[in-house]
């Protein structure tokens, strides 16, 4: 019988994962590119999730040892300071409108008039810029933001035939071997930075996909930053990773307590089935992106091809900004476990929707 989480769990991050890539990294996701439908950019996924660090982990500290591992990220940041001064770069809280690289405006929730106003009272109708981030040691404060700096340069990877210089295609079908890869190329004085309990062995580990290689390194995490991360969030925070709020089936803007045992599956499409975790006035978001991970099954599956692949979900995106009618008194390392979907591991584990308080 599998042993209930212990929901008033306490977690405590205590590492930084510094990841510095060893030539290209791997950016795609999902199936394969047929020859007939070759799209540069389709299928993009970049930085890994921290499922993917989870799983570097489990390879080389086994199964039962990871059973307690806590990690949260995709973050970034210059090698050097990561590793002197652990100042990294994380997602730019959505409420702050970016353009030309610099600050424009910050959203302040009006609750009378209910709405998102600015400094003056007013509501920005231009464009502005995404995917912005900004330094951690910033976050109470930011005046500069940062661009990614990684680029995608997609390669073709045909396989021959043994006998001709030809594609290979396969004996039932007509199509023909090549695919896309979507590599990422960083710049050489930036790192992919992930936040853990646990240590890791410096060394060259295996990185994603196509076999590519990264050099990790790990450091104990200052105080200011525990500091930072033991913060209750209050009634107004922005989470820096993607969540995933819902049930195995559904998939929300916020956390739910499902009534139903195990995720509420069997009742999820009657109503009254589960209630909202907390109390949001107001939540100021983007449209939201798939999440999926595989989980490694070591029986039967063959080197470096995992065959289990969970349900698809729909993750609100880093950056959001909530608003509730009622604070919350606890930091997100004291977060119930049941707020966060299971489907094997608990999302929690992967750091879903790492909050830090405006």
């Known amino acids: 019988m599998n042993k209930e989480p212990d929901k008033n769990k306490k977690v405590e991050f205590k590492y930084l994962i510094i990841i510095e890539p060893l030539g290209f990294l791997y950016g795609s996701a999902g199936r394969f590119l047929s020859p007939e439908n070759l799209v540069g950019r389709?299928?993009?996924s970049f930085p890994p999730s921290s499922a993917t660090v989870s799983g570097i982990f489990a390879a080389h500290l086994g199964n039962k040892a990871v059973q307690d591992l806590y990690l949260a990220g995709p973050f970034w940041g210059n090698t050097e300071k990561v590793s002197e001064e652990q100042n990294f770069y994380?997602?730019?809280?959505l409420t702050y409108l970016i353009k030309n690289g610099n600050f424009q405006h910050k959203l302040i929730w009006n609750s009378e008039k209910k709405g998102w106003f600015d400094e003056e009272e007013k509501s920005p109708t231009d464009k502005f810029e995404k995917g912005t981030w900004i330094a951690i040691s910033d976050w109470q404060s930011p005046k500069k933001v940062k661009k990614t700096p990684w680029e995608f340069s997609p390669h073709l990877h045909p396989k021959?035939?043994?006998?001709?210089?030809?594609?290979?295609k396969d004996e039932t079908k007509e199509e023909g071997s090549l695919f896309l890869e979507n590599a990422v190329e960083m710049h050489p004085d930036t790192c992919l930075v992930y936040l853990s309990t646990h240590t890791l062995d410096p060394g060259w580990y295996r990185f994603g996909g196509e076999g590519h290689l990264v050099d990790i390194n790990c450091v104990e995490l200052n105080q200011k930053h525990k500091k930072l991360l033991n913060q209750?969030?209050?009634k107004q925070f922005a989470i820096?990773?993607?969540?995933?709020?819902?049930?195995n089936r559904l998939s929300y803007r916020e956390p739910i307590l499902l009534e139903n045992g195990e995720n509420g599956d069997r009742?999820?499409?009657k109503e009254n089935t589960h209630k909202n975790a907390w109390s949001v006035e107001t939540l100021y978001t983007a449209r939201p992106h798939t999440f999926r991970y595989r989980m490694g099954n070591h029986e039967?599956?063959?080197?470096h091809q995992p065959k289990l692949l969970s349900r698809g979900r729909y993750a609100v995106p880093a950056g959001t900004v909530y608003v509730l009618k009622e604070p919350l008194d606890e930091c997100w390392q004291n977060w119930d476990e049941s707020w966060f979907p299971k489907e094997g591991p608990s999302l929690k584990r992967w750091g879903c929707g790492l909050a830090l308080p405006l």
């Open 42 to 44: 389709s299928g993009t």
């Open 267 to 269: 009742q999820e499409n």
């Open 300 to 303: 039967n599956a063959q080197p």
């Open 240 to 247: 820096i990773t993607p969540a995933v709020w819902g049930s």
């Open 232 to 234: 209750p969030v209050g």
């Open 160 to 168: 021959l035939d043994k006998n001709q210089r030809r594609v290979a």
């Open 90 to 93: 994380v997602p730019t809280p």
